[in-house]
């Protein structure tokens, strides 16, 4: 079993900053090795892919959000991070921690809202 508990989700103004943080534990010794990422949903809609983090740091980013989010991991603290800048009001969502270990688990979401 691995558990994810993400935090970081608050409320921010158009054009502001949030750090996102997914803590991972359990029967993995070290996140060093996974995939992971972030996805979203915003209210009616579905779950959507954000950004990406292959084993060797390679990073993959949804259009919507390529330019402004930063997706980077800290292997030494079993920690994955989304850094999210000039946010905007359609970025709305409870935002998801993904990672595939023999199976797929989610966190259960932290929520930002981006409005004035």
């Known amino acids: 079993q691995v558990q994810l508990v993400e935090s970081g989700g608050d409320l921010a103004q158009p054009g502001g900053s949030l750090r996102l943080s997914c803590a991972a534990s359990?029967?993995?010794?070290?996140?060093?090795?996974?995939?992971m990422g972030w996805y979203r949903q915003a209210p009616g809609m579905e779950r959507d892919y954000v950004a990406g983090i292959t084993r060797g740091g390679r990073t993959t980013y949804a259009d919507s959000v390529k330019g402004r989010f930063t997706i980077s991991r800290d292997n030494a603290k079993n920690t994955l991070y989304l850094e999210m800048n000039s946010l905007k009001p359609e970025d709305t969502a409870v935002y998801y921690c993904h990672v595939y270990f023999m199976r797929d688990y989610w966190g259960k979401g932290t929520l930002v809202t981006v409005s004035s």
């Open positions: 359990g029967t993995i010794s070290s996140i060093d090795g996974l995939r």
